[in-house]
């Protein structure tokens, strides 16, 4: 079977969620092509378009361009599209069967942390037209239960839900005082770890409050942004493969997003059997929280203080346990590898 993947970045450009998946991905099909913008951008693409909100949409056209050329000297048999990045495609619509993924919404992600800022209008209506352009004539997936209901409630838009996976082989846990010592980390007492953006719609101004009221503990932040706050261990630009040691040297895993999916670091802590800490959003409002730490409903920073303590009281915890029963790397290419021949084998009958 050959297959193209569309995505905007490589995991060596910008390692980030969509480009952890894609590089997961590439592993249930082995002998795929990746197409990013790097690799399709050409002298008349090098114009800035952030300041118009068309950059993406732009990288997207040049994406669909180069895929159709590779597409016409040697045709693929399927092709998979991440978010707008495919959304060029269901213009060209090419006589073989397409799935786009969806990561989360532009439009769900504009009503949770942006409204009363510059960028809402452009989040929520404009760049939501091209996303609901890269549905047309694909198989949508949506990478949790909570991106499936906003397809639903912004684009009356079905799809079929694969969750994210990723390989318990690697992110699996060792021993903590090990860890600390390897890290360096000269702390007796509890740690709990932040892995993110140091923004606002990662929650971080809760954790600068709860590093701030809470001397007892320590939080470790493993961060590409810069910060500048004695109050918190920064750890800057960490590579994916080194996180089992970070997430091993916790007690604890710190998240209070504002808006999230399926978020990996999750995923990789609960492999690692870290508890969490987390707000209500993303694949936490679907998993029962006694399984895995507390999930706690409000951004109100006491909130999460006293949710710290309840989760180091309780060592009962088997988060690892649930990332092998749900969101096993093992399950997620089966998944994709069964939806590929579903697809390309209802084409063939055509």
Same mark, same amino acid.
């Given at each position: 079977?050959?297959v193209?993947?569309?995505?905007?970045?490589?995991?060596?450009?910008?390692?980030?969620?969509?480009?952890?998946?894609?590089?997961?991905?590439?592993?249930?099909?082995?002998?795929?092509d990746?197409?990013?913008?790097?690799?399709?951008?050409?002298?008349?693409?090098?114009?800035?378009?952030?300041?118009?909100?068309?950059?993406e949409?732009?990288?997207?056209?040049?994406?669909?361009?180069?895929?159709?050329?590779?597409?016409?000297?040697?045709?693929?048999?399927?092709?998979?599209?991440?978010?707008?990045?495919?959304w060029?495609?269901?213009?060209?619509?090419p006589?073989i069967?397409?799935?786009?993924?969806?990561h989360?919404?532009f439009a769900?992600?504009?009503?949770?942390?942006?409204?009363?800022?510059?960028?809402?209008?452009?989040?929520?209506?404009?760049?939501?037209?091209?996303?609901?352009?890269?549905?047309?004539?694909?198989?949508?997936?949506?990478?949790?239960?909570?991106?499936q209901?906003?397809?639903?409630?912004?684009?009356?838009?079905? *799809?079929r839900?694969?969750?994210?996976?990723?390989? &318990?082989? %690697?992110?699996?846990?060792?021993?903590? $005082? +090990?860890?600390?010592? =390897?890290?360096?980390?000269?702390?007796?007492?509890?740690?709990?770890?932040?892995?993110?953006?140091a923004?606002?719609?990662?929650g971080?101004?809760?954790?600068?409050?709860? *590093?701030?009221?809470?001397?007892?503990?320590?939080? &470790?932040? %493993?961060?590409?942004?810069?910060?500048k $706050? +004695?109050?918190?261990? =920064?750890r800057?630009?960490?590579?994916?493969?080194?996180?089992?040691?970070?997430?091993?040297?916790?007690?604890?895993?710190?998240?209070?997003?504002?808006?999230?999916?399926? *978020?990996?670091?999750?995923?990789?802590?609960?492999?690692?059997?870290?508890?969490?800490?987390?707000?209500?959003?993303?694949?936490f409002?679907?998993?029962?929280?006694?399984?895995?730490?507390?999930?706690?409903?409000?951004?109100?920073?006491?909130?999460?203080?006293?949710?710290?303590?309840?989760?180091?009281?309780?060592?009962?915890?088997?988060?690892?346990?649930?990332?092998?029963?749900?969101?096993?790397?093992?399950?997620?290419?089966?998944?994709?590898?069964?939806?590929?021949?579903?697809?390309?084998?209802a084409?063939?009958?055509?």
């Open positions: 079977m050959r193209a993947i569309i995505t905007f970045y490589s995991f060596e450009e910008v390692a980030g969620g969509t480009e952890i998946f894609v590089r997961y991905l590439k592993k249930a099909f082995p002998n795929s990746i197409i990013t913008y790097s690799s399709a951008k050409r002298i008349k693409y090098r114009t800035d378009l952030r300041r118009l909100n068309l950059e949409v732009k990288m997207g056209f040049a994406v669909g361009r180069r895929f159709h050329e590779k597409n016409r000297e040697n045709p693929y048999d399927l092709v998979l599209t991440n978010s707008i990045s495919g060029f495609l269901s213009v060209l619509k006589s069967p397409m799935i786009n993924v969806h989360f919404t769900g992600m504009a009503d949770k942390v942006l409204r009363g800022t510059a960028g809402y209008n452009a989040s929520r209506y404009f760049i939501p037209f091209f996303e609901g352009v890269s549905a047309i004539g694909k198989e949508n997936v949506a990478v949790s239960h909570k991106t209901r906003e397809l639903r409630e912004y684009y009356r838009q079905e *799809s839900v694969i969750e994210n996976g990723i390989p &318990l082989d %690697v992110f699996t846990p060792s021993p903590r $005082d +090990d860890a600390r010592e =390897i890290l360096d980390l000269d702390w007796d007492g509890p740690i709990g770890i932040f892995v993110g953006r923004d606002y719609t990662k971080f101004e809760i954790v600068q409050k709860i *590093s701030r009221m809470r001397s007892d503990m320590r939080i &470790l932040c %493993v961060t590409p942004s810069d910060v $706050d +004695d109050n918190v261990i =920064i800057k630009n960490v590579r994916n493969e080194d996180m089992p040691l970070y997430y091993s040297a916790a007690d604890f895993f710190l998240f209070p997003s504002k808006y999230e999916s399926s *978020s990996y670091s999750a995923l990789e802590a609960m492999a690692c059997n870290l508890p969490v800490v987390v707000s209500r959003t993303g694949i409002e679907d998993i029962e929280e006694e399984k895995v730490g507390r999930i706690v409903p409000t951004f109100k920073t006491e909130d999460f203080s006293d949710a710290i303590d309840s989760v180091l009281s309780n060592d009962s915890y088997e988060t690892r346990e649930l990332v092998a029963n749900r969101f096993s790397l093992d399950r997620f290419l089966k998944c994709y590898r069964s939806l590929a021949e579903e697809l390309v084998s084409q063939n009958v055509r």
